[in-house]
């Protein structure tokens, strides 16, 4: 069975850090590429970063450039989103996704590109 879980979230003041975790399990085909998305509060979901698993690069949103850093630790399957000097537009639900059957790297930030999604984890920056 197919599972991503995302888990980390949580409430952190402006020009604070977090750091959330995707666990994958049960893709016995793997996968191309892990992304990361946020849906802020009346906010359409939104691509915040991505990481090819097949070439290790990484690709992020302006919004988040030079604050997030994605990363992977392939013996325990799981992708991290370190989110530093966060500020109050960060909140959100964030999820992370995994594109299995094709990966185009132009398109990391659109959602119909990944085939797999967690259920969310609820990050609020807030003094």
């Known amino acids: 069975q197919v599972q991503l879980v995302e888990s980390g979230g949580d409430l952190a003041q402006p020009g604070g850090s977090m750091r959330l975790s995707c666990a994958a399990s049960?893709?016995?085909?793997?996968?191309?590429?892990i992304g990361w998305f946020r849906q802020g509060p009346g906010k359409e979901r939104e691509g915040v970063s991505c990481?090819?698993?097949?070439?290790?690069?990484?690709y992020y949103a302006d919004s988040v450039k030079g604050r997030f850093t994605v990363s992977r630790d392939d013996d325990k399957n799981t992708v991290f989103l370190q989110m530093n000097s966060l500020k109050p537009e960060d909140t959100g639900v964030y999820y992370c996704?995994?594109?299995?059957?094709?990966?185009?790297?132009?398109?990391?930030?659109?959602?119909?590109?990944?085939?797999?999604w967690g259920q969310g984890t609820q990050v609020t920056v807030s003094s």
């Open positions: 996704a995994a594109a299995v059957y094709g990966w185009w790297s132009t398109h990391w930030y659109q959602e119909r590109i990944y085939n797999y």
């Open positions: 049960g893709f016995t085909r793997g996968y191309y590429a």
């Open positions: 990481l090819s698993v097949t070439d290790g690069v990484a």
